[in-house]
């Protein structure tokens, strides 16, 4: 009987992982509401709402502009 052949397929590079910018800021944004909010029970300093959402939106919104851009140039 003849051996099944065991001749290996060429490799392919591997492409680097990869997740969306999104993903990431929006894990960063509720890792900072979840830091303040912890920060501000524990220590009694509060802050203002409407001031702390605009400036969280804000830099999220930074983040992706320039993620954005990254990605764009890396794919050129």
């Known amino acids: 009987m003849s051996e099944p052949s065991t001749a290996e397929s060429p490799a392919l590079p591997e492409e680097p ?29 509060t802050f203002n709402p409407g001031m702390l959402a605009i400036c969280v939106l804000v830099a999220a919104g930074l983040v992706l502009v320039i993620g954005g851009i990254a990605a764009s140039r890396r794919h050129r």
């Open 17 to 45: 992982v990869r997740f969306p910018v999104g993903t990431l800021v929006f894990g960063l944004v509720l890792v900072l509401v979840g830091a303040l909010l912890l920060v501000s029970l524990l220590t009694g300093f």
